[in-house]
């Protein structure tokens, strides 16, 4: 383990570098390496961490650690797994509308499907943004939401860590959940019934 200090900070790309307390060139570090136990790292953190290798062999710095407290509170755990919550209850009411046969089984296939492809597209644009290779659009990313894989985007946002600090972004995204839902519930009133 080397002790440091986060000396750049990127809040809206996740990433930053780290200058060791013993001399040297700084490192550079991302999000997914840091700490899911503790709040957001800022410019001027002491922290302690390992110095690793990324996916093209280059020297990085991961298991963040910050070195003095900085922990999450409960109240900020609950709000990061809140999604997840919503998640879950928009599951159980696709079942009971299933059940009361007022959506086809495709249609809960459709939403499984999207979902499975729009965590696959977070997931490699997640892997695309370590190795500063061709990123998706966010816009693609918030259509696939649209057509119904956002319970798929929700998972990756909360469990990859991926477009999960960038406030204009979780808005769209939420937007687009509101306006998928809102879709769906149209479907299974008489206008729109199958």
């Known amino acids: 383990m080397q002790n440091g200090v986060i000396s750049n900070w990127n809040e809206e790309k996740g990433f930053g570098f780290i200058t060791s307390k013993s001399g040297g060139k700084t490192v550079f570090t ?8 503790h709040h957001k790292p800022f410019k001027g953190l002491e922290v302690q961490y390992i110095i690793g290798r990324d996916s093209k062999g280059r020297m990085c710095a ?8 900085h922990k999450k509170s409960s109240t900020h755990i609950r709000r990061k797994y809140l999604p997840m919550i919503l998640l879950l209850s928009f599951t159980s009411i696709t079942i009971f509308v299933f059940n009361r046969h007022l959506i086809p089984l495709s249609l809960i296939a459709l939403y499984l499907a999207m979902s499975i492809i729009t965590f696959i597209m977070y997931a490699k644009d997640k892997s695309a943004a370590q190795s500063n290779a061709w990123r998706t659009p966010e816009s693609t990313l918030h ?6 894989g956002w319970p798929g985007a929700t998972i990756a946002q909360s469990f990859l860590r991926h477009k999960s600090q960038k406030v204009s972004f979780k808005v769209a995204h939420w937007i687009m959940v509101i306006v998928n839902c ?13």
């Open 182 to 194: 809102g879709a769906l519930y149209w479907l299974i009133t008489p206008q729109g019934s199958f």
């Open 30 to 37: 991302h999000i997914s390496d840091y700490s899911k136990n």
């Open 62 to 69: 991961v298991k963040v650690i910050p070195l003095n407290g």
């Open 143 to 148: 259509t696939l939401s649209l057509l119904g």
